[in-house]
């Protein structure tokens, strides 16, 4: 059935206006002024912003780390982003060295169909070019529309990959049109650095932030941007913690390089304080990279609003803290890492951001949702609110206040790491392509009704122009 979305204020990231959306089959037909709403189920906005749908471009559900498995699947994890506003997310497919890479997306499309609520894609994970996956990549862009690569600079011995794979894939991805993205962190002295703390028995959850300093993510960053000038390529450094990173990503685009940066709802909300907290308590707080000292929160948000970083990313990777984080009870780096962030990260920006003054409104759209669908292949499909887009969209109310907790929130997972957070404004009712996920804040969406979504590739300037280097924009 037809449907019009009326009396609500449109906000993209480029315009606010007062209009109607009329959506059929899934898909917005006409925007207007008091549009004619015969035969079609009227939804109220009124006192509601309207939101593109967010995208969520760095998730890690069902995925085996760190000796166990992630807590929330493609079903609750869909549904716990769904509450928060989230319509679309792009998840890590993880590969092995010795199978196939098209053995991992099949198992990654056996993780996801029938239970995604949302829409949803993959990225994949190289963690070495050989004959075989310079045979399978090209199928994987053609036939999959997988068009993004992560390759890790860190984790030694479990996910990392040398920087000749790095480089390689900066080739392979010029070559065939994909963004590669990076862990940034330098894994080789990070192994060190773990194992002499742990030998001098140093074994609390804050040397998880003490052996990796912020200098490693900055350098590995650099290193990073070099290989990808070299290759004349297009680099996305996902979850940047601290300015030494920043710095490297801003030096990288005024040279005109394709270099972008994503930040998390944890670097700009939490600091390095939180892994010292009293017994274990401070596992809750591990991530990779770490938490940081607290004035690096002002860099980020300095930087989401000037452009130097273009998205906001869950990084949702959730563990429970009884029975998963306390793997690393006695020695810091067997905490699983990772934290359960999927559903907070558009109110959290919301909140921290609008309604606090850090960014426009316009800013906190192109960062939650409108440049992952530039970068990642999915505008104007995704990511916008336009004739002929995909109807994801959102219905907010900026003025109610919540106070964020594990009791009431929607991810499978004990703890919350912004537990007792105030925040101003939330998700009301939540559209993927014209249907309701959550109506006034219940869920009424099904399992398996997400979509697989095969991304076109990517298609950024060559260069990019001088104003994005200091007004913003991917
Ligand atoms: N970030 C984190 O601590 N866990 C998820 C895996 C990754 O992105 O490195
Ligand atoms: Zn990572
Ligand atoms: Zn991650």
């Known amino acids: 059935m037809k449907k ?12 606010t206006y007062f209009g109607d959306i009329l959506i059929e089959d899934g898909v917005i037909v006409m925007i207007g002024v ?31 780390f760190g000796g166990t498995v992630t807590a929330d699947d493609f079903e609750s994890g869909t549904i716990a982003a769904a509450f928060g506003g989230t319509t679309t997310i792009i998840d890590f497919c993880l590969t092995s060295k010795d199978a196939p890479l098209s053995k991992a997306v099949e198992a990654w499309h056996a993780k996801s169909k029938g239970k995604a609520v949302i829409d949803y894609g993959f990225h994949l994970m190289i963690g070495e070019v050989n004959d075989d996956v310079l045979f399978e990549l090209p199928q994987m862009i053609e036939e999959e529309g997988i068009t993004s690569l992560k390759v890790f600079m860190a984790y030694k011995n479990v996910f990392q990959a040398d920087d000749g794979t790095l480089f390689k894939t900066l080739q392979l991805a010029k070559e065939h049109g994909a963004l590669v993205m990076v862990h940034a962190e330098n894994g080789d002295v990070i192994a060190y650095l773990i194992e002499k703390a742990l030998s001098e028995g140093q074994t609390e959850p804050i040397y998880h932030a003490l052996t990796r300093p912020p200098v490693l993510e900055g350098e590995a960053t650099g290193r990073a941007a070099a290989l990808t000038e070299l290759a004349d390529s297009q680099l996305y450094v996902v979850h940047v913690t601290c300015a030494e990173a920043v710095w490297k990503i801003e030096e990288a685009r005024k040279k005109g390089l394709r270099v972008y940066g994503e930040t998390c709802p944890q670097y700009l909300m939490l600091d390095q304080s939180s892994l010292a907290k009293p017994g274990f308590e401070g596992a809750k707080y591990v991530w990779s990279p770490p938490l940081r000292e607290k ?31 306390d793997l690393g009870l006695g020695d810091f780096s067997k905490i699983p890492n990772g934290g359960p962030t999927i559903e907070d990260r558009f109110s959290i920006l919301y909140s921290e951001g609008v309604h606090k003054g850090r960014l426009s409104l316009h800013q906190f759209v192109d960062v ?44 499978k997972v004990d703890y919350n ?12 009712s939540v559209l993927v392509r014209g249907e309701f996920i959550v109506r006034d804040k219940q869920f009424v969406g099904q399992p398996g009704s997400g979509q697989y979504l095969q991304r076109k590739r990517f298609n950024q300037p060559e260069k990019l122009p001088v104003k994005e280097q200091t007004m913003g924009g991917a």
């Open 417 to 428: 790491a912004f537990e007792g957070l105030e925040i101003t404004g939330e998700p009301v």
């Open 295 to 325: 004035w690096n929160q002002d860099v980020l948000w300095n930087a989401l609003w000037s452009g130097s970083l273009q998205t906001v990313g869950s990084d949702q990777c959730s563990f429970n803290f009884n029975g998963q984080k």
């Open 34 to 64: 008091d549009l004619d709403a015969q035969n079609a189920e009227i939804v109220d906005a009124s006192g509601c912003y309207v939101f593109p749908g967010g995208i969520d471009p760095h998730t890690h559900l069902d995925m085996p």
């Open 368 to 411: 939650i949702a409108t440049s992952s669908a530039k970068l990642f292949g999915l505008f104007p499909q995704k990511g916008t609110i336009a004739i002929g887009s995909d109807a994801d969209i959102v219905i907010f109310d900026p003025h109610c206040k919540r106070t964020i907790s594990a009791e009431t929130h929607h991810m």
């Open 4 to 15: 019009v979305i009326k009396n609500g204020t449109i906000v993209t990231a480029s315009d």
